[in-house]
């Protein structure tokens, strides 16, 4: 790699770039979770719908973008992680001090960001070769990694600045400029593989890009014309959902216990929604059922009660909470249809939540029970 390659202004550029993409998945990531594990502050509106499938779809998009450009940036700056000294000399403790400082959290930051944007990708392939739960570990290591970045920036600050006011010196500063590709062929070069990699994965996230997304994980398989997440045999769950004895029990005030027909005898309604799974994949499809805020009053509870939908599934997602905005929302369903046919097994029959604007993780299926909150 030539001089012009190595020089402070092209990695401030690329560092820049990342900068960017890493602070759009911090964000959109806290969203998500706080979607999933909702503080008492936290609120979010049930419209627009596909409010969720636009921010998670722009964290998955973003993370991707940042592989090759993580991967452009080591290439750039790896010299300096083997320069001498490591950390300095006693005798210029505050020079020592920040270099020591740079050093470590330069450490951090890579080890951090190989570990988010891997496990990421890894997520949204649907491959798990690693024993920890994945949600938690990535949000952890997010706080590390933002906390690294600013820790980086601060140290970096002066050379940033510097490297964008130089423009002209630098380029007056690469005496053999045919030596090698040029930094704008390089900068050039990172930026449309992270665009590249944008269009392959993010049409799973926005539909209008699908057909050019040839890396997209999951994009239109599964009966009815959507993906499944977790089937009906995974989740053990075909004779209960099955059975002719099966209730949907409604606790609140009052007790309700509900038949499938009692349910399909109830004023039903049809909305267009989508399924934004936290993995990336969007898919929109046409539901019918029963308003959630119809079984709500069934149960005699107050405008402004939370739900809670348990599933017959025993599992990490048998169970999510509708927050009030979502139970008044005229579109939030208790689901018996799915694009004009009976849900199918394996997409929550005989019953399943559907709520605007929700990471598909909470919309839970094979619903048996809905308890009033507060
Ligand atoms: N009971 C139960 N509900 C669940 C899940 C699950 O594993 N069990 N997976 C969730 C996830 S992660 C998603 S993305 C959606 C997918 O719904 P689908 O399989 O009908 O497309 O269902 C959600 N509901
Ligand atoms: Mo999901």
Redesign the pocket.
């Known amino acids: 790699m030539t001089a012009a390659l190595r020089s402070t202004r092209l990695a401030a550029y690329l560092g820049t770039a990342l900068g960017v993409a890493v602070s759009v998945c911090f964000v959109t990531g806290l969203l998500s979770h706080w979607l999933q594990h909702p503080p008492e502050w936290f609120f979010w509106p049930a419209r627009p719908a596909w409010l969720f499938q636009l921010t998670q779809g722009v964290h998955v998009t973003c993370g991707v973008a940042a592989i090759p450009l993580t991967l452009l940036k080591l290439a750039v700056v790896y010299p300096k992680l083997f320069s001498r000294p490591v950390i300095g000399s006693w005798r210029a403790p505050v020079a020592a001090l920040r270099r020591g400082l740079e050093r470590a959290s330069i450490a951090v930051l890579v080890i951090a960001m190989v570990f988010e944007l891997s496990t990421g990708l890894l997520n949204i392939a649907q491959w798990y070769p690693w024993r920890f739960f994945f949600t938690t570990t990535h949000y952890a290591v997010a706080w590390v990694l933002a906390g690294a970045v600013v820790v980086h920036v601060g140290v970096k600050l002066p050379d940033i600045i510097a490297a964008y006011r130089r423009e002209s010196a630098a380029r007056q500063s690469v005496s053999n400029p045919d030596a090698g590709p040029s930094r704008r062929a390089v900068l050039g070069a990172g930026l449309a593989a992270a665009a590249l990699a944008t269009v392959a994965v993010g049409g799973q996230s926005f539909p209008p890009l699908r057909k050019l997304s040839f890396l997209a994980p999951r994009s239109g398989d ?1 009966p009815q014309d ?6 009906a045999a ?2 053990r ?1 075909g004779p209960g959902a099955l059975s002719p004895d099966f209730r949907l029990s409604l606790v609140g005030p009052r007790t309700v216990d509900l038949t499938l027909d009692e349910l399909r005898a109830l004023p039903q309604r049809t909305v267009r929604l989508p ?5 990336g ?1 969007t ?1 929109w499809a046409t539901w019918t059922g029963v308003r959630v805020k119809d079984l709500a009053a069934l149960t005699g509870a107050t405008d402004g009660a939370a739900l809670r939908f348990s ?3 025993v ?6 909470t509708l927050p009030a905005e979502h139970v008044r929302a005229d579109d939030s369903l208790l689901a018996l249809r ?1 694009n004009g046919a009976v849900l ?1 097994l ?3 029959f005989p019953c ?2 559907i709520a605007p604007s929700r ?9 048996r029970r809905i308890e009033v909150l507060s």
């Open positions: 599964g959507l993906p499944i997440n977790r089937t995974a989740a769950v399924i934004a799974c936290v993995e994949w898919r599933s017959i599934e599992g990490p997602y048998a169970v999510s799915l199918d394996d997409h929550g399943r939540l990471p598909g993780v909470t919309q839970t299926k094979w619903v």
